[in-house]
């Protein structure tokens, strides 16, 4: 294959939105108006580098440009066709990303159109292309505009809008009809931001005699020598002849080849030859989720020759790795829901990704990399990418496999009806899940596929009959893709990978205990009581097997909200603020405030206000994580949402601008790789290991009750143990009776690399922890970084360093006596200030 890339040079034009493919001519006579850009590029990219509109992730400037949605756009560019390689047999045409409805023209002939980002237009053009110059151009809209209140009263109007929930000027229904990223139309946790544009690359690829159009490889068997299958796709481009083919595909590590499998002299028809080859890989290295061990890459080369015409398929990597889900019978009703690694279970821990800014095209490969980087540094090993945002692009998944992080992947349906009535829109999402299925299969971290967000719960006439949903077998809303389509595509092209129907889903009704995955919700955050918004305690009570979404809401740092306000007011009160808070906020950060630290929150500073907003923010994500990662049964937990499509306070642990939000430590710390963790419950004291390393955790220490002040330490010695991968309950014993506003228990251990922790009774407010000050031991400079090691007579609660910087832990609780070194990150040679809260 030879690649010609055309991403450089193009130009954009906008037009009246009836302006449809038959006013190309109109378009090719307009010599002013034109806007410079390169690709990948949403319409509003060029149209803020031109000064045209403001960027809309700023403070209000999302109302700005409303109008961009109701225009047509024309996108084009010239290339000279002697770049083109025209002896080989096909030149096709490739875009990645039509964002949405889009009109395609070659030299001035139409070759087609395209409603669908999620997978690539290609057409072979060879004959229509030219020695010297040629053009493409390309018409795009929204697709909105195509869809009618007829086609929408078809679903009974069933799509959730946050319009309807206090998001003003946010959703649309006509979503459910475009195959569009659905959060573009606004969500809870951003603006409406229409996006059109060419937003993947485009470029030209050519094939001689044969084109391997597909490898597939997965791991069959593990031992001493694993098994790969590879299936290798190789399309004869001769129309009437068949020929002899030699094929071989190699694994490589290090440089070394480890496996090799060749067929010789295989005969190939007419179009597409499914091939199988057996590679064994002798002392193979497996890919494990991270904490779990460590996570080999194999170089998968796939080469084909047909006489003197070579072709090679692009290099990629390859994790050799098993994965299943367990769903096997616990008890009763109850029913495991465990992703099993390599014949190991795994306790699934992370968060949900969402697109990473409302105008997707511009997202750079960094933040790829810092988003990856900082959930492994989190402990995550998991990520849920969430059903109304992307297929994200080629990097995100290689990250993913080289940090592993498994991917909890739903497929792009979130929170709405859809019309699988209709033929069209099922032969549209054939043609998606076909392609990204085959796309991302050889991927290591691909953990499991999932077909949809929320919908089997939201739109069931008993779990919510306002909605007045009847299914029938001809009619399913959506749900023929995610019952049936799904599942036997799923079946063709990559079985090893698991599949469940939606999330939540499971039992008798979705969102059931008992069965498959939840989304914590009514009784938590999303509570019309206040006290179940903020009670972390809750979270106790939790008997969930899998909980895939819960979340709760904090403010970003002072320097992001400058940046996203700019320049407004900051009031706390003023539309702007309220813009760039969550929907669901209504008033939760200050209740929180005001339950765990200080009465009148609404008086703080802005400074104060994060800090003490941070700070329960942090409480709750901490505590809850703890608490689902307690629960003997249960597969995983994860929060809502790891990353931000742009600034604002609400669910995330890392802001807009790439900043850590405070509650990162306190969910690095509860995802820690091994964690003791404490509960009371009637009258009961237990201690919980868990221990995600290949290696088996003996550690000693302390236990015992201590008071806040540290004049009182009843301890005894203790020696810990949890098995290599596992959660195991150490202790179950008799709560000591003590006074329990003064002190608490508390474990110390022997180890530096785990964390000293303390059974929390009440809310911090009711704790008596007294005038504690903290005190510096010692700093010590290493490069850039500073060492810093501190200590307290009594319990401290908040221990930070101020200022914008990364640190190995902050905001972390300090316990009597106890002495603790942690690491700021790129202070040079300032001199670190040491704060508590309390």
Known sequence: MKKLCLNENWQLHEAPLKWGKEYKSQIDRQTDGWYDCSLPADVRMPLIEAGVIKDPVLSDYCRESEWIEDRSWWFRKTFDGSAVCMEDDIVELVLEGLDTRSDIFINGQFIGCHRNVHYPFVYDVKELLVPGENEIMVRVTSGLEEVAE????????????????????????????????????????????????????????????????????????????????????????????????????????????????????????????????????????????????????????????????????????????????????????DRNFILVVNGKPIYCKGGNWVPNDFIYARVPDEKYHVLTDEAAEANFNMIRVWGGGLYERDLFYELCDQKGLLLWHDFMFACSTYPDH???????????LDYQTKRLRNHCCMGLYCGTNEVHWIFNSIDNPRWGIEFSYEHQYGLRIANLMAKEIIRNNCPQIPYWNSSPYGGELPNDDTVGDVHRWHNALMSKKMEERIEAKDYDTIESKFVSEYGFIGPCCRKSTEEYMDGASMDREGNIWHMHSNVFEKGTVNAAIEKNYLDHPETLSLDDYILYGGMVHGLMYGYSLEAIRFKEHCGGGLFWMYNDAWGEVGWTIIDYYLRRKIPFYAVKRALAHQKFTMRAADGQLVLQGANDYPEDLEVSGKLGYVSFDGKVKELRDIVLKVPAGERTYLLKEKLPERDYTAGTVMLYTDSDAIDNIWLRTDDMRQLNFGPNPVRTVEVRQEGEDKLVTVTADGFVHGVYAEGDYDCSDCYFDLLPGEVKTFRIKGIGGKEPVIKQVK
Not at 206 to 212: P, Q, R
Not at 305 to 325: M, N
Not at 422 to 432: A, V
Request: proline fraction near 3%; include cysteine.
């Open 422 to 432: 209709r033929q069209w829109f099922r032969d549209e999402m054939r043609q998606e």
């Open 150 to 333: 007829e086609d929408l009263a078809e679903l009974d109007h069933a799509v959730c809008l946050e319009s309807n929930n206090g998001g003003e000027f946010r959703g649309d229904g006509r979503r459910s009809f475009v195959r569009r990223p659905q959060y573009t139309v606004g969500w809870d946790w951003g603006p409406k931001v229409i996006t059109i544009g060419i937003t993947g690359n485009v470029c030209l690829r050519s094939y001689k005699t044969i084109a391997i159009r597909e490898v597939h490889l997965h791991t069959e068997k593990l031992g001493e020598t694993a098994r790969v299958h590879a299936m290798v796709n190789i399309e004869d481009l001769c129309f009437i002849s068949s020929k002899s083919c030699d094929v071989t595909v190699q694994m490589v590590r290090e440089g070394a080849v480890c496996a090799e499998a060749k067929l010789e002299k295989q005969l190939l028809t007419s179009g597409y030859n499914y091939l199988d080859l057996e590679l064994e890989v002798k002392n193979p290295c497996l890919w494990w989720p991270n904490g779990y061990g460590e996570q080999p890459l194999y170089e998968v080369r796939v080469c084909a020759a047909c006489g003197r015409d070579v072709e090679e398929y692009p290099a990629f990597s390859f994790g050799i790795r098993t994965i299943q889900l367990d769903t096997s019978v616990i008890s009763g009703e």
